[in-house]
Protein backbone atom coordinates (compact mmCIF):
# COMPACT_ATOMS: atom_id res chain seq x y z
CA UNK A 1 0.00 0.00 0.00
CA UNK A 2 2.61 2.32 0.88
CA UNK A 3 3.62 2.12 -2.38
CA UNK A 4 0.79 2.90 -3.76
CA UNK A 5 0.55 6.01 -1.97
CA UNK A 6 4.12 7.00 -3.35
CA UNK A 7 3.21 6.28 -6.77
CA UNK A 8 -0.35 8.21 -6.07
CA UNK A 9 2.08 11.35 -5.10
CA UNK A 10 4.14 11.08 -7.51
CA UNK A 11 2.08 11.13 -10.38
CA UNK A 12 -0.11 14.09 -8.54
CA UNK A 13 3.29 16.04 -8.39
CA UNK A 14 3.74 15.42 -12.28
CA UNK A 15 0.40 16.37 -13.24
CA UNK A 16 0.65 19.47 -11.08
CA UNK A 17 3.37 20.74 -12.26
CA UNK A 18 2.10 20.37 -16.01
CA UNK A 19 -1.07 22.12 -14.94
CA UNK A 20 0.89 24.79 -12.81
CA UNK A 21 3.35 25.25 -15.67
CA UNK A 22 0.64 25.82 -18.37
CA UNK A 23 -1.67 27.89 -15.60
CA UNK A 24 -0.07 29.30 -12.82
CA UNK A 25 -1.38 28.70 -9.39
CA UNK A 26 -4.62 31.14 -10.06
CA UNK A 27 -5.31 29.22 -12.96
CA UNK A 28 -4.10 25.92 -11.98
CA UNK A 29 -7.65 23.48 -11.41
CA UNK A 30 -7.30 20.41 -8.79
CA UNK A 31 -9.81 18.62 -10.63
CA UNK A 32 -7.95 18.27 -14.17
CA UNK A 33 -4.96 17.54 -12.19
CA UNK A 34 -6.47 14.51 -10.26
CA UNK A 35 -8.05 13.56 -13.45
CA UNK A 36 -4.78 13.67 -15.27
CA UNK A 37 -2.78 11.39 -12.70
CA UNK A 38 -5.91 9.05 -12.21
CA UNK A 39 -6.55 9.84 -8.47
CA UNK A 40 -9.06 12.21 -6.93
CA UNK A 41 -9.66 15.34 -5.57
CA UNK A 42 -9.65 14.18 -1.93
CA UNK A 43 -6.28 12.68 -2.49
CA UNK A 44 -4.58 15.75 -3.50
CA UNK A 45 -5.76 17.86 0.04
CA UNK A 46 -5.07 14.25 1.72
CA UNK A 47 -1.50 14.14 0.29
CA UNK A 48 -0.90 17.96 0.06
CA UNK A 49 -3.55 20.04 2.18
CA UNK A 50 -4.30 22.60 -0.75
CA UNK A 51 -4.07 23.53 -4.07
CA UNK A 52 -1.27 25.84 -2.78
CA UNK A 53 0.70 23.30 -1.04
CA UNK A 54 0.58 21.37 -4.21
CA UNK A 55 2.24 24.37 -5.72
CA UNK A 56 4.72 24.12 -2.67
CA UNK A 57 5.67 20.84 -2.86
CA UNK A 58 5.90 20.99 -6.86
CA UNK A 59 8.18 23.99 -6.37
CA UNK A 60 10.33 22.53 -3.73
CA UNK A 61 10.86 19.33 -6.10
CA UNK A 62 12.08 21.48 -8.87
CA UNK A 63 14.60 23.42 -6.61
CA UNK A 64 15.73 19.80 -5.15
CA UNK A 65 16.27 18.53 -8.41
CA UNK A 66 18.03 21.23 -10.47
CA UNK A 67 20.38 21.84 -7.64
CA UNK A 68 21.38 18.11 -7.44
CA UNK A 69 21.64 18.44 -11.26
CA UNK A 70 23.03 21.49 -11.71
CA UNK A 71 25.70 22.07 -9.60
CA UNK A 72 27.80 25.43 -9.97
CA UNK A 73 31.14 24.87 -10.93
CA UNK A 74 33.14 28.36 -10.49
CA UNK A 75 35.81 27.07 -12.34
CA UNK A 76 33.79 26.84 -15.16
CA UNK A 77 30.68 29.06 -15.46
CA UNK A 78 30.19 29.28 -18.88
CA UNK A 79 29.55 25.97 -19.07
CA UNK A 80 27.77 26.43 -15.66
CA UNK A 81 25.56 28.33 -17.09
CA UNK A 82 25.01 26.60 -20.52
CA UNK A 83 23.88 23.61 -18.15
CA UNK A 84 21.32 25.32 -17.19
CA UNK A 85 20.54 26.51 -20.30
CA UNK A 86 20.22 22.38 -21.02
CA UNK A 87 18.32 21.90 -18.04
CA UNK A 88 15.72 24.45 -19.35
CA UNK A 89 15.65 22.95 -22.92
CA UNK A 90 15.39 19.67 -21.59
CA UNK A 91 12.23 20.69 -18.95
CA UNK A 92 10.52 23.74 -20.26
CA UNK A 93 7.83 23.74 -17.73
CA UNK A 94 10.73 24.64 -15.04
CA UNK A 95 11.26 28.08 -16.31
CA UNK A 96 7.52 28.61 -16.59
CA UNK A 97 6.70 27.66 -13.22
CA UNK A 98 9.99 29.94 -11.84
CA UNK A 99 7.76 32.54 -13.19
CA UNK A 100 4.59 31.68 -12.15
CA UNK A 101 6.15 31.46 -8.97
CA UNK A 102 7.93 35.09 -8.93
CA UNK A 103 4.49 36.12 -10.38
CA UNK A 104 1.89 34.77 -7.86
CA UNK A 105 4.05 34.05 -4.81
CA UNK A 106 7.39 35.85 -4.61
CA UNK A 107 5.56 38.85 -2.30
CA UNK A 108 3.01 36.76 -0.23
CA UNK A 109 5.64 34.22 1.14
CA UNK A 110 8.64 33.62 2.96
CA UNK A 111 11.68 32.80 1.04
CA UNK A 112 12.49 29.38 0.17
CA UNK A 113 15.21 27.95 2.87
CA UNK A 114 16.46 25.79 -0.09
CA UNK A 115 16.88 28.65 -3.04
CA UNK A 116 18.45 31.04 -0.07
CA UNK A 117 20.98 28.43 1.47
CA UNK A 118 21.52 27.32 -2.80
CA UNK A 119 22.69 31.12 -3.35
CA UNK A 120 24.29 31.75 -0.86
CA UNK A 121 26.68 28.94 -1.06
CA UNK A 122 26.93 30.12 -4.90
CA UNK A 123 27.64 33.88 -3.83
CA UNK A 124 30.27 32.60 -0.99
CA UNK A 125 31.64 29.89 -3.43
CA UNK A 126 32.17 32.61 -6.33
CA UNK A 127 34.00 35.36 -3.72
CA UNK A 128 36.30 32.91 -2.92
CA UNK A 129 37.24 32.43 -6.11
CA UNK A 130 37.48 35.69 -6.88
CA UNK A 131 39.23 36.70 -3.85
CA UNK A 132 42.13 34.06 -4.58
CA UNK A 133 42.10 35.19 -7.83
CA UNK A 134 40.38 32.52 -9.92
CA UNK A 135 37.53 34.94 -11.07
CA UNK A 136 37.67 38.41 -12.09
CA UNK A 137 36.02 40.51 -9.55
CA UNK A 138 34.66 43.58 -11.56
CA UNK A 139 31.40 42.56 -10.31
CA UNK A 140 30.01 41.74 -7.25
CA UNK A 141 29.99 37.68 -6.39
CA UNK A 142 25.81 38.45 -5.96
CA UNK A 143 25.76 40.32 -8.99
CA UNK A 144 28.02 37.67 -11.16
CA UNK A 145 25.03 34.87 -9.98
CA UNK A 146 22.56 37.43 -11.24
CA UNK A 147 24.09 37.86 -14.75
CA UNK A 148 24.79 34.15 -14.96
CA UNK A 149 21.15 32.96 -14.23
CA UNK A 150 19.59 35.68 -16.06
CA UNK A 151 21.87 34.74 -19.12
CA UNK A 152 21.33 31.11 -18.95
CA UNK A 153 17.44 31.55 -18.74
CA UNK A 154 17.60 34.35 -21.56
CA UNK A 155 15.62 32.18 -24.31
CA UNK A 156 13.47 31.55 -22.15
CA UNK A 157 11.63 34.81 -21.77
CA UNK A 158 11.68 36.08 -24.89
CA UNK A 159 8.51 36.96 -26.80
CA UNK A 160 7.59 34.95 -29.72
CA UNK A 161 8.22 38.01 -31.64
CA UNK A 162 11.76 37.86 -31.26
CA UNK A 163 12.23 34.91 -31.69
CA UNK A 164 11.18 35.45 -36.04
CA UNK A 165 14.45 36.89 -35.43
CA UNK A 166 16.48 33.49 -34.24
CA UNK A 167 14.35 30.99 -36.19
CA UNK A 168 17.39 29.62 -37.99
CA UNK A 169 18.72 29.13 -34.38
CA UNK A 170 19.05 25.65 -33.23
CA UNK A 171 19.38 24.89 -29.30
CA UNK A 172 23.42 24.76 -30.19
CA UNK A 173 23.56 27.92 -31.33
CA UNK A 174 21.12 29.45 -28.37
CA UNK A 175 23.49 27.55 -25.84
CA UNK A 176 26.61 28.91 -27.60
CA UNK A 177 25.44 32.99 -27.15
CA UNK A 178 25.10 31.53 -23.41
CA UNK A 179 28.28 30.32 -23.07
CA UNK A 180 29.79 32.78 -25.19
CA UNK A 181 27.84 35.32 -22.97
CA UNK A 182 29.58 34.56 -19.93
CA UNK A 183 32.49 34.17 -20.87
CA UNK A 184 32.63 37.54 -22.22
CA UNK A 185 31.30 38.92 -18.68
CA UNK A 186 34.13 36.97 -17.20
CA UNK A 187 36.96 38.74 -19.34
CA UNK A 188 39.39 40.70 -17.68
Do not use: C
Not at 3 to 16: F, N, Y
Amino acid sequence: MAGDAQATQRRLLEAAAQEFAARGIAGARVDRIAEVAQANKAQIYHYFGSKDQLFDAVFNNLVADTLREVPIDVTDLPEYAGRLFDGYEQHPQVPRLATWYRLERADTHAPLEAIVKSNRGKVDAIARAQQSGDLPSHFAAADLLALMLALAAMWTSITPEFTELIAGHTAADRRRVITDAVAAVLAR
